[in-house]
């Protein structure tokens, strides 16, 4: 297999990266002091075309392919953690959520404009005691008025995007005695549905700028024609979708991680300690040699992914296991890069801290390790 990108992929990648260096890098530490949603860089990132990468331009895109949208994430994240959820939540998730399932009405309607970055998409699946057990959850949404409208009751929690979202991807239980073949997926619109309600957002070790919300729904009426596919649906749709975004969890994790790697190289280069730089010393080489093999390594695991996808190929196993390895190769780089900075690396001063704050979400969302563990296992015996 050759990952080596084209010409095209190069200049995509090569545009993404001086905007990360101009413009987000600048403000990361601005971001995580203050963890506010960062407005301005998503409309910039808009004007670029990124905040809908792979979807069609058809539907407000850039039609990009996943190679490239793997890699851009990955500029984007080396600049911020937080930035690189906020684009992987509202693309992968919510965009892709309306794209894979929505009917052309709903594609025209909801996805254009979230394509287009001129709105923001959020998910809500994780409940308080449903996060990787799925079927548990307890909002439903009842049909009602002869089956022209659903009504919404329940709550979701740890939702990327959830305060600020214009469209939200939510599921909920359509018939509550049918598991998982009673989950379906449907389209909320907060400004416009009428008891949606955001209870509060978390206070976060890492990922800061993109909001994590509590939400809750009282007796919320949404139209019928807003729900994806058809009734007890939400689960496939689910599974489907984050499938794919577990690719672009990998791009956060090997951007992340090369952030580290970068930093790490520059300060061992200009640290002195003996009257020579650290640099010099062969276990700092050594540190320096394994977070950039494991890097590399995490990367091309991402590729993969992205290339089975692309080929129409099953790609459970290959996404699974790229989310998996970049998402721990990114907090042990990261705690690499802490340990290359020595005192100054657990200070705010440098970054090096804010990496390994940031790395640790990739091990617990959009699959923890464990669960990708049992999906490759299952797979593989499968």
């Known amino acids: 297999m050759d990952f080596s990108p084209t010409q095209e992929q190069r200049q995509i990648q090569d545009m993404v ?6 413009e987000v890098k600048p403000r990361a530490a601005e971001i995580d002091e203050t963890d506010e949603f960062p407005w301005d860089l998503v409309d910039e990132m808009a004007d670029l075309g990124l905040m809908g990468m792979p979807i069609p331009e058809a539907y407000g895109g850039a039609e990009l392919d996943y190679h490239s949208y793997a890699m851009a994430l990955e500029e984007i994240s080396r600049g911020s953690g937080g930035l690189g959820t906020i684009v992987a939540a509202h693309i992968s998730l919510a965009c892709n959520m309306i794209y894979e399932f929505g009917n052309e009405a ?80 449907f389209i909320v619109r907060p400004e416009e549905d009428d008891g949606f309600i955001v209870e509060g957002t978390e206070h976060k070790l890492g990922d800061k700028g993109c909001p994590t919300a509590e939400l809750r729904f009282d007796d919320m009426r949404i139209p019928a024609d807003r729900r994806l596919g058809e009734e007890g649906r939400g689960f496939v749709h689910a599974l ?6 577990r690719i672009t969890i990998a791009a956060r994790g090997v951007g992340i991680a090369q952030a580290a790697l970068d930093e790490a ?36 695991l991402m590729h993969q992914a992205a290339d089975k996808k692309m080929a129409g190929e099953s790609f459970v196993k290959e996404a699974a296991q790229a989310k998996l390895y970049a998402s721990e190769v ?53």
Request: glycine share 10%.
């Open 17 to 22: 990266a001086d905007f990360v260096d101009e």
């Open 106 to 185: 709903q594609k025209e309607t909801y996805l254009t404009p979230l394509a287009a970055g001129e709105e923001i998409g959020a998910f809500a699946l994780s409940e308080a005691g449903a996060g990787s057990d799925v079927p548990a959850m307890d909002t439903t949404a009842e049909p009602v008025d002869g089956g022209d409208a659903y009504l919404v009751n329940g709550g979701k929690l740890w939702i990327s995007n959830g305060s600020v979202a214009d469209t939200v991807v939510l599921f909920a239980k359509t018939d509550p005695e049918a598991g998982n073949k009673g989950i379906s997926s």
């Open 240 to 245: 489907k979708t984050l499938n794919g975004g």
């Open 265 to 300: 190289l520059k300060y061992a280069q200009d640290r002195e300690q003996f009257d020579q730089p650290i640099s010099d010393f062969q276990a700092i080489q050594h540190k320096l040699a394994d977070m950039d093999t494991k890097t590399q390594a995490a990367r091309l």
């Open 330 to 382: 990114s907090r042990e780089v990261a705690n690499e890069g802490i340990q290359v900075h020595g005192g100054y690396g657990y200070t705010k001063d440098f970054p090096a801290e804010r990496f390994y704050r940031d790395a640790k979400l990739n091990e617990i969302y959009e699959g923890t390790s464990e669960v990708l563990r049992n999906t490759i296992a299952s797979e593989l015996l499968d």
